[in-house]
């Protein structure tokens, strides 16, 4: 799957992988939820139903970790550019977990009672795929699960992994903003209203969101991650495109943040004598994903009944997004969703001894290499263990 990655929405060779592993393995299987999505039911008598959920979709990057089983596919993509293709976010390792563990409970049924769920989830990186299977008709084809269960390989010694009950990963919002001025020579401003100018001073007051109107004890982070303008040195442009990435904690911080966003990209088109308005875009929205208290210590329980606690961390909530949380908040049933560490344990303690974790390739870059194992191990393992802490012949 490394080698043969998918952008989103487009994963048709990796959910057939998928859907032929599990038709393998005894399962019901039904493909093309939502276009490439992919669900597997097995039945093991009187139960709960489980949830598992993985994602399949990777990125337009071109990967450069130098393994021997890159990456180096382009494809061309929706507005017609060809881009390099790379699972720099680690879903691959996502499938092959879920591969794993969905293989292991048909063959020790007697282990267990219930009906094991597990979905192949197309489209997270765009935040289009839980949304367009929920709208295919998930809750309506397949059983309501007790619990959705699901995980992500992150920057963390391989071999632990890490979650806690409440916030989990934030909520996050991108944005287009296109603002108008008027074009000129380059010779001649005093004929013109700059839109670079008003771009610039637009970037250089939205830094000032998070350290002048976000409280100490909240968390937002607001990002300008395009700023295009303009096709040559001596020509002002008549317009200029930002595009903003925000994510938040908490619905009223994300909601003053987007206020703020709209407020000063009208007034510093204002202050430059726009002759419009600029327009603000929604391009995509992830929900903030909330961990259930009970389930969330259900899991730890078992994770430290498993792994031995040393191997089980507490951590805080991630500012990364995911639209995880969409199956359970349209099924109104409790989630959780936890980290699996992916980086070789002792790179890890050396970078950390010496402050540099912040320098270890992490997740979307194109040197970011999950080590195998126990990465590997520990994914399929943690699903399991999860899934039997609520299948198990004796859940608490």
């Known amino acids: 799957m490394h080698a043969h990655p998918e952008l989103s929405m487009h994963e048709t060779r990796t959910a057939g992988l998928a859907a032929d592993r599990l038709r393998g393995a005894g399962y019901e299987v039904t493909t093309g939820v939502g276009k490439t999505g992919v669900v597997g039911l097995l039945h093991n008598g009187e139960g709960p139903t489980v949830m598992l959920r993985a994602d399949m979709d990777a990125l337009p990057i071109a990967e450069s970790t130098g393994l021997a089983y890159a990456s180096t596919v382009t494809v061309t993509d929706q507005q017609g550019n060809v881009v390099p293709v790379g699972h720099m976010c680690g879903h691959d390792m996502h499938v092959a977990w879920l591969v794993g563990a969905a293989k292991l409970p048909s063959t020790a049924r007697e282990a267990w009672k219930g009906t094991l769920m597990v979905v192949f989830q197309l489209g997270e990186e765009t935040a289009e795929g839980a949304r367009a299977m929920v709208d295919d008709g998930l809750l309506q084809r397949f059983p309501r699960p007790a619990v959705v269960l699901g995980q992500h390989v992150m920057v963390g010694p391989s071999g632990t992994v890490a979650g806690s009950a409440g916030p989990i990963t934030s909520a996050a919002d991108s944005l287009?903003?296109?603002?108008?001025?008027?074009?000129?020579?380059g010779s001649m401003p005093q004929a013109s209203i700059d839109p670079v100018v008003m771009a610039a001073a637009i970037v250089l007051r939205l830094q000032t969101i998070v350290s002048r109107e976000v409280a100490a004890t909240e968390a937002a982070v607001v990002t300008i991650g395009v700023l295009q303008a303009g096709t040559k040195e001596n020509v002002m442009p008549d317009e200029a495109i930002l595009k903003l990435n925000v994510r938040t904690f908490d619905a009223g911080v994300r909601?003053?943040?987007?206020?703020?966003?709209?407020?000063?990209?009208?007034?510093?088109?204002?202050?430059s004598g726009a002759p419009r308005k600029p327009e603000i875009t929604p391009l995509d929205r992830y929900p903030l994903n909330v961990n259930d208290e009970a389930a969330s210590a259900r899991i730890a329980g078992a994770f430290r009944d498993h792994f031995s606690p040393r191997r089980v961390i507490h951590t805080g909530p991630a500012p990364a997004s995911e639209d995880f949380g969409c199956f359970a908040t349209a099924w109104k049933v409790p989630s959780v969703f936890w980290f699996v560490g992916g980086t070789d344990p002792k790179l890890y303690a050396t970078a950390k001894k010496e402050g540099?974790?912040?320098e270890l390739p992490v997740n979307h870059s194109p040197k970011f290499a999950p080590v195998l194992h126990p990465t590997l191990e520990t994914g399929v393992e943690a699903l399991v263990v999860g899934a039997l802490a609520w299948l198990g012949p004796s859940p608490a």
């Open 176 to 185: 287009q903003v296109r603002v108008f001025g008027r074009g000129a020579h």
């Open 255 to 271: 909601k003053h943040v987007l206020a703020a966003i709209e407020r000063i990209v009208n007034a510093e088109a204002a202050a």
């Open 356 to 358: 540099k974790v912040n």
